[in-house]
DNA sequence: ATTAACTCTATGCACTGCAAGAAGTAAAAA
DNA sequence: TTTTTACTTCTTGCAGTGCATAGAGTTAAT
């Protein structure tokens, strides 16, 4: 990379690409590469995985190849390339077929295959999303639940809407779910002594907060309590596209 | 701060709540304080306003007060819990009248407002949220949202989902927007290059992804986008509460 | 008056991304 | 074959981070 690192934006599309019919930029002298992209993504996902983004350091990716830290840069170009290219390589696509029997079942495996893909990688949370174009394997989510809209002829007009809707509770909900996953006992027993501690600086809590008050009482199996809301959520969002003049079944096509 | 740092969750809500009849742990002896929580609160809210929420350093942060960085410490505990009390002390709710026409209305004014806030502080939308407890103004929030949806017998099963839908439709939304503010020319360019480039490298984009690529084309305010795209979510939320056996009017009390 | 608790300052450590230069290697040109 | 040149990798170093620690000064309780 002895060109200007961050304008290169050619590059780092053509490595965004490179599994879609786009070669990575990997020029002829000097000596043969020796490490790999996807290797090194692969280990960036296992740091980020395990001890979270923060823990993704350039040095850190190098040190699991014994090299030092600048070795990664041709690779990648910068550490915000790097992370894009994380995010895009951890959101692959498993396939699944459509359920037919109505748009509530067809929005809810959709949404449970991208909950599960947040689940396995807790720290995709923490990254942006907008459906500006990022990378293929997230673009693929986005056509497949446009497809379905389509089948189900949801009206245009509704789309966007549904689309923003849908992402963001997935993203929500499998952060929290995410959160619990990892609160072994410390954790539960700081949240715990912050929750009491509340409870006896602010004697009158109840009768303030009334109502979120009330909701907390934990469920027998709180841990599953963010899937069961998101499937809540889909549940309800798929009533209001039937209800807004959809058709009864899915379109072929 | 002479004893453990992060083990003080006692001092940490007695500051998250001290403009709710907590008193701050600014105990009897040792020079008075020479600065004020709630200024460094502000300076931080500002630098993170205008430059991001990675620029908030203690060292910057006390460098506004001409200090060394160490002087925070003794108000904050640590860096974490300054971000916290940043957070709920961007989130003060405004007041606004309920407005009793329908539910979609009220739900409405809820989300305007609450986005409002995010626009206001974009950082708000890199910190994490959970409904167990954070700070007061984040718990007004909540429970005002709760109140419409008691107000208007919403079935209480339907409830968690609904906020949980709601937060996040408002923290995405706000998120894009601001994204969408801060995008001056230069970045408006880089955009466009980025997208031009995945064009000319994937020539058959739009074969490929045909639903997601014909979404884009930019409509004539796509700055305002964003708020539409949330004033869709919320209605089409709305209709699908209202078809859910709701009642037709507000339950005052 | 003594002592303990507190705030502020200075220093230093381990860590980060990455600019810049040095050193080495392979392909192209002579 | 030899030289040149383009390209790699590696080392060093810089400016930045949170915060542990220790010291000096200040105040209130004892």
């Known amino acids: 990379m002895a060109v200007e690192p961050n304008r290169d934006v050619n590059a780092h599309v053509r490595r965004l ?6 070669t990575v930029p990997t020029p002829r002298r000097g000596p043969r590469q020796q490490l790999d992209l996807d290797e090194i993504l692969q280990t960036g996902i296992a740091i980020a995985d395990a001890e979270g983004l923060a823990a993704v350091s350039t040095r850190a990716i190098a040190a699991r190849f014994d090299k ?11 550490k915000e390339n790097l992370l894009a290219l994380m995010q895009d390589h951890a ?15 067809a929005l809810h495996a959709w949404a449970e295959a991208l909950f599960d893909v947040y689940l396995a990688h807790p720290w995709l949370t923490d990254r942006p999303w907008s459906q500006a174009s990022q990378g293929p394997n997230e673009q693929d989510w986005l056509e497949r639940l446009l497809r379905i809209l389509d089948a189900w002829a949801v009206p245009p007009s509704a789309r966007p809407s549904t689309v923003t809707m849908l992402y963001a509770t997935v993203r ?5 779910a995410a959160a619990y996953q990892r609160m072994n006992q410390q954790g539960m027993a700081e949240w715990r002594e912050r929750a009491e501690a ?9 009768q303030r907060y009334p109502m979120s008050t009330r909701l907390e009482p934990v469920t027998p199996r709180w841990q599953d309590a963010p899937r069961a809301g998101l499937a809540g959520a889909v549940e309800l969002l798929a009533a209001a596209l039937g209800s807004a003049g959809a058709a009864a079944g899915p379109r072929l096509g």
């Open 17 to 22: 690409w490179r599994h879609r019919g786009t």
């Open 68 to 78: 030092s830290s600048m070795v990664i840069y041709p690779y990648v170009g910068t």
């Open 91 to 105: 959101s692959a696509m498993p396939s699944w077929d459509d359920p037919g029997a109505s748009l509530a079942d």
């Open 172 to 176: 929500a909900t499998a952060g929290t």
């Open 198 to 206: 509340t409870m006896k600086l602010i004697p009158d809590l109840c």
